[in-house]
């Protein structure tokens, strides 16, 4: 699926950015320069669609590369950022939902690409992101009785 069909699929779920006097409302969806910023689609989506996101990624036979979290501190919240490639295009997206810090959960997107589970188990380990519906969200890389969460930015070593 060429990147400009993607685009138009991904403005029926993407966050919005808000109308000003001078401009209307528009989704969060930016083309980018592959060769400057290393894919070619940047999406932003609210957290309760990033299932319909990855069903979208799916469909059109992109693999999952990754699932990170950001500590946005100052800002009180979580970034997760699934990381999309089509090695048959030579194309990559990058999807993005934002969470609250006091109420890191998003839905679990393992159902529709298993290999998800570890990399949401691993940002679940290290930011205490919860991905609800997980069937199996205990620690993975921290021992079982860890109460803390090293890549938090408030993490006292």
């Given amino acids: 699926m060429p990147i400009n069909m993607l ?6 779920i993407a966050v919005c950015v808000a109308a000003t006097p001078d401009t ?5 969806v930016t083309e980018t320069a592959h060769a400057a910023k290393g894919y070619d689609l940047d999406v932003t989506v609210p957290a309760d669609r990033v299932t319909g996101a990855a069903r ?19 800002e009180q919240q979580f970034e997760i950022v699934y990381d999309y490639t089509a090695v048959a295009l030579g194309a ?14 998003l839905p679990t997107i393992s159902r529709i690409y298993p290999g998800a589970n570890w990399h949401e188990r691993e940002a679940h380990d290290f930011f205490g992101i919860v991905f609800t519906g997980h069937p199996e969200l205990i620690p993975l890389l921290l021992p079982e009785d860890a109460d803390f969460h090293p890549l ?4 006292g070593a």
Wanted: glycine share 2%.
């Fill in 92 to 105: 990559r997206v990058v999807v993005r939902a934002r969470v609250p810090r006091a109420t890191p959960e």
């Fill in 152 to 155: 938090r930015k408030d993490f």
């Fill in 24 to 28: 209307p409302s528009a989704p969060l």
């Fill in 7 to 12: 685009k138009t699929k991904f403005a029926e």
């Fill in 56 to 74: 979208i990624m799916d469909e059109a036979a992109f693999m999952l590369e990754a699932i990170t979290g950001v500590d946005w501190m100052a």
